[in-house]
């Protein structure tokens, strides 16, 4: 495993990925080379938990990370559900697929950015994107974590968003999926779909379910069960980018 120095020193910022797009960019203060890691948001936008829990805390452990805003300055509260859920309706995956791209660019142009060693990580809405990503840009991501991502292969999407399973073929870098089993929003036969096309197409991954936690249980903060499977959920996921990007 590589072995990262704890940064707690960091500089981040909004930056400017493209015409239209923006990102907020977290990196490590101290001068270096590092892994980076393209952080897909959930279905509420560019908030503080992608921004200080996600993204400021890649860069303390000795990650660059950068979250492209693809909602372009609209944030919705986790209580207003259903202005979330009007949002993901309008979303064009091409599109979102072209602005990661931006921001593949952008980390590839960084002083202090390996460009060979960069990864993924999504939550709900954002582990769809980042599967997705783990075959749209198989050549430049070494890793991908999915937290309960939402629709990657529903038997119907409430969205009527496609199945991603045929894309699975195209991918190169190792999977890490994260689910709690009371999620009533991601079903086990998904996970078993999910899991059965990854193994016929000999996908290097990884299926973790948690037995006493819904979906969301790593996004904000919790108390008992959930905040112990939140926990040890983090430390797989930052074992795995850390295994992977070396």
């Known amino acids: 495993m590589l072995k990262f120095i704890e940064h707690k020193e960091i500089q981040a910022e909004i930056v400017e990925l493209a015409d239209n797009l923006q990102g907020y960019y977290a990196r490590p203060q ?21 921004k200080f829990n ?16 693809f909602y372009h300055g609209d944030v919705y509260q986790y209580a207003d559900f259903q202005a ?34 960069i990864g ?17 840009y198989a050549h430049q991501l070494k890793g991908t974590v999915c937290f309960y991502g939402g629709g990657i292969a529903p038997e119907k999407d409430p969205f009527d968003r496609p199945s991603l399973l045929d894309r699975v073929e195209a991918m190169e870098a190792p999977l ?49 069960s959930e905040a112990v499977a939140a926990k040890e959920a983090w430390q797989m996921a930052i074992n795995f980018l850390s295994e992977n990007l070396g």
């Open 176 to 224: 890490l999926l994260i689910y709690g089993a009371l999620d009533n929003m991601i079903t086990p036969d998904e996970h078993e779909r999910i899991t059965k096309s990854l193994s016929v197409a000999k996908k290097r991954h990884i299926l973790r379910v948690f037995p006493d936690v819904g979906h969301g249980f790593a996004s904000i903060k919790r108390e008992g």
């Open 54 to 69: 996600v993204c400021n805390h890649l860069a303390e452990l000795g990650f660059v990370s950068l979250a492209p805003d």
């Open 30 to 50: 101290a001068e270096g080379i590092y892994p980076a890691v393209v952080v897909f948001m959930e279905g509420f936008g560019l908030n503080d938990f992608i």
């Open 120 to 136: 993924a990580i999504g939550f709900c809405l954002g582990g769809r994107l980042a599967f997705l990503a783990n075959s749209v």
């Open 84 to 117: 979330g859920i009007a949002k993901i309706k309008t979303l064009d995956e091409d599109v979102i697929m072209a602005e990661t791209g931006a921001g593949l660019e952008f980390l590839a142009n960084r002083q202090e950015v390996d460009s060979a060693r």
